[in-house]
């Protein structure tokens, strides 16, 4: 089983907040971010918020999406581990010590990769640059030795399966951490009004975390799944997401038939109950995707997402 879990790393003037693990715990003596595994039914910015307030007593107000990391131990079966990076630069309080370990503002540019764990150099000083990757790295089974890894950077036509949704019919749709993806869709997501949804050219309905993101800060209290996407992306350049593109999303492949018409239960997730803010004819590049499956197969939150334009 797949463990899904967060870190974080508020950075101030040019300095990183990192942990070092007490003994006795997972990593104990290594340097990390503060993280931890996600509680059921949370949202990675829920548990990473949640974590750096019982770690270090700061409180969150803003996350920038940065990482996914894949982790495997011994074995090339599915990730034991799926970690979402996340930094922050907006956040009150003062640091206060916990029984996780010590905690220490390090120099960005002067990191203790000698005492983290050995992947870090991989991806951390490009997260703490401003980039954003997908990371997928093995260890041998007692996690001592790093035996293989690959690092991606997201954006362009590369993206990651930020979040799986399903819900018995209606929004809001409810996390997952996989699912099979059928000529139906997602299983175990279904539909109150199979007129206007569901169906084989209607099987998956895809979003953009950067969109709604743009929607947060306009003051829309949207989030990933009240649209009712099955899947959530994050890196993709989504304006190039359009009507016989493919999109590969782990063992699936899709392609996009219609970009969607937003219709009155969503609008709880608007102000003012507007529901053309995501319209495709009023914000082109900024609507949702509906898409058949081409290839079945299973998908899980952390899986790559590759953009096709379909001509081939």
Known sequence: MTTYATLCF???????????????????????????????GEDPEQGAAREVREETGLQVHRLRF???LRFRFGTDGPPAWVVYVF?????????????????RWHPVRD??????????????????????VWGDFRF?????????????????????????NVSPGGVP?????????????????LHSDTRHH???????????????ARLQAEGHPVGPGRLGENVT???????AVRPGCHLRVGEAELQVTRYTTPCATIRHSFRDGDIARVHPDRHPGEARVYARVLKTGRVRAGDLVELADGSG
């Open 10 to 40: 508020p950075v101030r003037d040019g300095q990183v907040l990192l942990l070092r693990k007490a003994d006795g715990l997972w990593g104990g003596g290594k340097w990390n971010g503060p993280g931890g595994k996600l509680l059921a």
């Open 66 to 68: 940065s990482a996914v």
């Open 87 to 103: 930094t922050t630069e907006d956040f009150s309080g003062s640091v206060t010590a916990s029984r996780e370990g010590v905690l």
């Open 111 to 132: 990191l203790p990769l000698d005492r983290m764990w050995e992947d870090d150099r991989y991806w951390l000083p490009q997260v703490l640059a401003g980039r954003r």
């Open 140 to 164: 041998d089974a007692r996690a001592h030795r790093l035996e293989q890894g690959q690092v991606v950077d997201l954006g362009g036509n590369v993206g990651v399966a930020y979040r799986l």
């Open 173 to 189: 749709k409810h996390p997952v951490p996989e699912a099979w993806v059928g000529p139906e869709g997602l299983e175990g997501d």
């Open 198 to 212: 569901g169906g084989p050219e209607r099987a998956v309905c895809v979003f953009s975390l950067e969109v709604l």
């Open 233 to 239: 992306v994050a890196g993709l350049r989504w304006a």
